[in-house]
């Protein structure tokens, strides 16, 4: 078999400048965040069933998954949206969607590089808030979703 050919297209890569997301609260009225850290997680638990091999070895013959977790951890700067978001910086949990958007200025004219759906999630506070003298003070939010997020390269929005 032979080596496929393949080429690398530079302009097919994400170099992220900055991020957006829109959390609307259930009940509530949007609060859109800008930030440089959006990470996106994702767990996929399956469940093999395994069968001896010709070599006697037991090996899968399937694989199904059976659990999938995404999330999507925020790094936070403006404390007021924080606050709008847990009415109050202590955090908690909140019901609601979001969308987030990735924002390449080298690709699609600095137009959207990423995008997800609108995803029902949860949001919370990951951790506590950094109140560090003379540094800007941050959080993480985790947006944990309630039903599939699917990201698509987007260079329309």
Same mark, same amino acid.
């Given at each position: 078999?032979?080596i %496929? *050919? +393949? ?5 097919? *890569? #994400? #170099?992220?400048?900055?991020?957006? #997301?829109?959390?609307? %609260?259930t &009940? ?7 930030? =440089?850290?959006a @990470?996106?997680?994702? *767990? ?7 069968v001896?091999?010709a070599?006697?070895?037991?090996? %899968?013959?399937?694989?199904v ?8 951890v925020?790094? $936070?700067?403006?404390?007021? =949206?924080?606050?709008t978001?847990? !009415? !109050?910086?202590?955090? &908690?949990?909140?019901? !609601? ?6 924002? @390449? %200025? ?6 959207c $590089?990423v =995008? ?10 990951? &951790? !506590? #808030?950094?109140f560090?003298? $003379? =540094?800007?003070? *941050? ?9 599939k ?5 987007? +260079?329309?929005?």
């Amino acid at each position: 078999m032979a080596i %496929p *050919t +393949a080429t690398f297209d530079e302009t097919k *890569t #994400i #170099i992220p400048q900055k991020s957006f #997301i829109e959390f609307t %609260p259930t &009940g509530g009225s949007a609060v859109d965040l800008v930030g =440089k850290l959006a @990470d996106y997680n994702q *767990t996929l638990t399956t469940l093999m069933r395994k069968v001896p091999a010709a070599d006697g070895l037991l090996r %899968p013959d399937r694989n199904v998954p059976i659990e999938h977790e995404q999330s999507i951890v925020w790094e $936070a700067e403006d404390m007021d =949206k924080v606050s709008t978001i847990f !009415g !109050g910086l202590q955090g &908690g949990l909140v019901k !609601g969607t979001a969308e987030l958007w990735v924002v @390449d %200025p080298d690709d699609a004219s600095t137009k959207c $590089a990423v =995008k997800s759906n609108v995803f029902n999630c949860t949001v919370e506070l990951d &951790g !506590g #808030i950094n109140f560090e003298t $003379a =540094k800007l003070s *941050t959080c993480k939010i985790k947006f944990v979703a309630l039903e599939k997020i699917v990201l698509t390269p987007d +260079a329309t929005a």
